[in-house]
């Protein structure tokens, strides 16, 4: 269990400045997801803390001891890849206990940390099979296990789950999140995806061109954005956008409304068209053009699924309270 502090982190490749002053306090135990798109900086930084990547500026801490001089090896962490990076010679046994064979661990403890983690993650069938014989979700599983067998300081997870199917994605975010709680560890995990963002995070760093949006949880992300960039990116669907001229207001900014905010009504405030509708189960997404002869990107209303669906091409109206509304200015900062 550790503390894990990063101290305005910049990091630049020649003259290019890629990380521009990154700062935040990790608790012991807490679960920091790192999310935004892809080319933001998010892998960048994760790297630095790995010690895979130089600190242009700034400090990187853990448990108050400054690492950024530190290899990777001794600063008691384990890092599970987007790509598995497993020995294609040694069996999954071999590969889950490479690491504490290196640190010396008895051979009893090593073969029953194995077989936790093995139970852990489904893989008790297949610890005498060598990576090539299984599917890549498995391959990504005993990856997994290696790091989870070395009950580090710090876990550090790029993307982790991006090679398994939807299903399975979902089952092991909750793995993943209880074994984070169970193991008391402090976690930092980067991700482009905003579901698993919010499913995961005890708090988030919303990216944006390496620089830190917003840092706080994902409720109070996705509720009270700070910029208009972390109002689209966090929330799926994601936020309208309406220019204050659209609605006869003055101002250079943008008026966003979440799609759960608006709703169809004859009598609303914009007219609109049907493009399309997207009946889900539970709810269906409408999407609208404001402007028939637009090219913009649509608007979307999320209703319930009891709520009649408009044909494609009805003319229509959409209406939303006023409180709903989020002001940014023309530079995207929240109003």
Not at 229 to 246: Q, R, Y
Request: glycine residues 8%; aromatic residues 6%; hydrophobic residues 40%.
């Amino acid at each position: 269990m550790a503390t894990l502090t990063l101290d305005t982190v910049k990091k630049s490749f020649g003259q290019t400045d890629v990380i521009h002053g990154v700062s935040i306090d990790v608790q012991d135990g807490e679960f920091i997801v790192i999310v935004g798109p892809s080319g933001c900086g998010k892998s960048t930084l994760l790297r630095m803390v790995a010690g895979l990547e130089t600190v242009t500026s700034g400090k990187i801490q853990i448990d108050g001891r400054t690492v950024n001089d530190v290899e990777p090896m001794d600063r008691d962490i384990a890092m599970v890849f987007q790509n598995y990076a497993l020995y294609p010679h040694m069996s999954v046994f071999d590969n889950m206990a490479y690491g504490l064979k290196i640190a010396k661990v008895p051979r009893p403890e090593i073969a029953e940390r194995v077989q936790q983690a093995a139970k852990l993650l489904q893989l008790e069938p297949y610890l005498q099979r060598k990576p090539r014989e299984l599917s890549g979700g498995q391959r990504q599983r005993v990856a997994m296990g290696r790091a989870i067998v070395r009950k580090p300081a710090v876990f550090l997870f790029d993307e982790p789950l991006s090679n398994l199917d939807a299903k399975l994605r979902v089952q092991m975010r909750l793995e993943i999140k209880a074994l984070q709680r169970d193991l008391g560890v402090t976690a930092l995990y980067v991700t482009h995806d905003q579901v698993e963002a919010m499913t995961l995070a005890d708090r988030m760093i919303v990216m944006n061109g390496g620089v830190a949006d917003q840092i706080g949880t994902p409720l109070d992300v996705y509720a009270n954005p700070a910029t208009a960039f972390v109002a689209g990116f966090i929330g799926s669907p994601p936020t309208n956008f309406l220019a204050p001229s659209t609605l006869g207001q003055q101002g250079d900014g943008q008026i966003g409304i979440r799609p759960e905010h608006m709703r169809l009504s004859p009598a609303g405030r914009l007219a609109a068209r049907v493009a399309y509708a997207e009946p889900l189960g539970a709810e269906t997404l409408v999407h609208l053009r404001a402007d028939p002869g637009s090219s913009s990107d649509l608007l979307t209303v999320r209703q319930d699924a009891n709520q009649p669906i408009p044909a494609e091409g009805t003319e229509i109206a959409v209406d939303w309270d006023p409180t709903a509304e989020m002001r940014f200015a023309a530079d995207g900062r929240r109003l």
